[in-house]
């Protein structure tokens, strides 16, 4: 355990590279977005059907004709179903191909003090619209591991990273600054950050609400002497008013 009760603080699995130490997402994330396109079609198709067959029900009521159901039926559900399929496999297949080309272009590193550059957390994202972000521990505010259901369901988890930048924190409902997501070690991952944050008391890259700098206190005591100036200054200017000076 940890001097915060986190647990035992464990180095999160990285391979190294040419500018420093990277992860990416678990591949349970790319069948993760898999499952949810396959529920939402499947979903979207109950729907439709129960729509139709409700509607049809409600009509039948009123008129039993088996011979003009056969053909309500066949002029209007099998059109409906077959259009719905072909429209549904078209958005479906490239998707399955898309998703994992997209996921693949996700990049993250966590660089502490001891690490072999800058303390910082570094985030690529984006398949055309490509975004490389870099967030200074120091600017951190909050960090929050985070697990839906489906995230559950496939053993994986998420990291939001919230710096003063943005509004509220974690449990304000605040948007993150930066989520690292779809990772196995999600709680070492945190863990790992915290214990980096921590190493930054007390040295160069301090955060700014723990301790205050040796050029921050002469910033204070400059201020502080400029503000007795003036008063020493509208002291004398009262005196010149009360004996009738001015």
Do not use: C
């Not at 500018?19 to 439709?48: D, E, M, Q």
């Not at 509004?167 to 980096?196: A, D, H, T, W």
Request: zero cysteines.
């Amino acid at each position: 355990m940890d001097e915060y009760g986190n647990g035992r603080v464990i180095k999160p699995p990285i391979e190294a590279i040419g500018y420093g130490k990277v992860f990416r997402p678990s591949s349970a994330l790319r069948n993760k977005y898999w499952f949810i396109a396959i529920v939402s079609l499947l979903s979207i198709y109950v729907i439709t059907a129960g729509a139709f067959f409700g509607t049809f029900y409600l009509v039948y009521m009123f008129n039993s004709d088996l011979l003009q159901y056969e053909i309500w039926f066949n002029a209007f559900w099998l059109p409906v179903n077959m259009w719905f399929w072909l429209i549904g496999l078209a958005v479906l297949i490239p998707a399955f191909v898309l998703i994992p080309i997209y996921l693949n272009r996700f990049e993250y590193s966590v660089r502490g003090e001891s690490g072999e550059s800058l303390p910082e957390i570094y985030v690529r994202k984006g398949l055309v619209d490509i975004t490389e972000k870099h967030v200074p521990l120091r600017a951190i505010t909050n960090i929050a591991s985070r697990t839906g259901p489906f995230d559950r369901l496939f053993g994986i988890g998420n990291v939001e990273i919230h710096t003063a930048g943005y509004s509220g924190g974690p449990y304000e409902g605040g948007k993150p600054e930066e989520k690292i997501e779809g990772i196995v070690f999600y709680q070492e991952l945190r863990n790992f950050i915290l214990s980096e944050m921590r190493k930054l008391k007390g040295s160069s890259y301090a955060l700014t609400t723990e301790i205050l700098t040796a050029q921050d206190a002469s910033v204070e005591e400059l201020t502080l002497a400029t503000l007795q100036d003036m008063h020493e200054l509208l002291r004398r200017i009262n005196d010149k008013i009360d004996r009738g000076g001015v």
